[in-house]
């Protein structure tokens, strides 16, 4: 079954309005998970590391401000993108590694994605 | 920074067919690993590889790392349209926080 959910799965927003996404690992402890944008037939592109209890790690070209990431607890990381607009329509997928616990630690486990359109 | 090198980009092949994809690299990962996703969906893990040399089967598919662990390969035998999907590959390095380094991905269509 799924170790990592992703909510929610699709949505349609207004052009100016902010979106966020939860992303939970079900199972395990992850004091660090990963943010990143697909687009169509083409790899995952790192946006930020998450760390819990402390600020997230941006990649390069990625706006912080604009993607706003929160590590509030050991099992969950939620991404907001403020004031969306149509460029930043993508799949959104989020990752943990296991904890060495119940899930392997070099296994990076995948949330099931979160649709993004903005109109 | 490392780079992960993923071929071919496009595949498209007939029920039945063998194929291999390579995802090679000049950096050493701790651990290699490969994905399939299906559209509007996350990557699923097919198989984490650690240990340079190592061969890995699950049913039709073939993993291979490289003796160095610089690179790897999928091999699929008798390629079935439910095969269809995009591959990843991912590399771990022992730095880098933890990160791992995505292949481009290849797109590949098995036609019934």
């Known amino acids: 079954g799924a170790v990592v959910s992703q909510h929610p799965s699709r949505v349609i927003c207004k052009s100016g309005t902010s979106v966020k996404i939860e992303c939970r690992s079900l199972?395990?402890?992850?004091?660090?998970m990963f943010w990143y944008r697909q687009f169509p037939k083409q790899s995952l592109m790192l946006m930020a590391t998450s760390n819990e209890g402390s600020k997230a790690t941006y990649e390069q070209g990625v706006e912080k401000d604009k993607f706003l990431i929160n590590h509030a607890s050991l099992t969950l990381s939620t991404l907001t993108v403020t004031s969306a607009h149509p460029e930043d329509s993508s799949f959104y997928i989020c990752?943990?590694?296991?904890?060495?616990?119940?899930?392997?630690?070099?296994?990076?486990?995948f949330g099931p994605g979160t649709r993004l359109l903005v109109l | 920074t490392q780079l992960l090198e993923q071929s071919p980009q496009f595949l498209s092949i007939q029920e039945g067919e063998n194929l291999t994809v390579y995802c090679n690299s000049s950096?050493?990962?701790?651990?290699l690993q490969w994905y399939r996703q299906e559209p509007g969906e996350g990557p699923v893990l097919l198989v984490t590889?650690?240990?340079?040399?190592e061969v890995k089967k699950l049913k039709r598919l073939t993993f291979q790392f490289g003796d160095a662990r610089k690179d790897s390969s999928l091999h699929i035998t008798a390629a079935q349209p439910g095969d269809t999907g995009l591959y990843l590959c991912?590399?771990?390095?022992?730095?880098?926080?933890?990160?791992?380094?995505f292949g481009d991905g290849t797109t590949l269509t098995v036609k019934p």
């Open positions: 199972d395990f402890q992850a004091t660090t």
């Open positions: 991912a590399g771990r390095g022992n730095t880098n926080a933890g990160k791992s380094t």
């Open positions: 990752s943990a590694f296991g904890d060495r616990g119940r899930r392997d630690s070099e296994t990076q486990y």
């Open positions: 950096s050493v990962f701790s651990s």
């Open positions: 590889v650690v240990t340079g040399g």
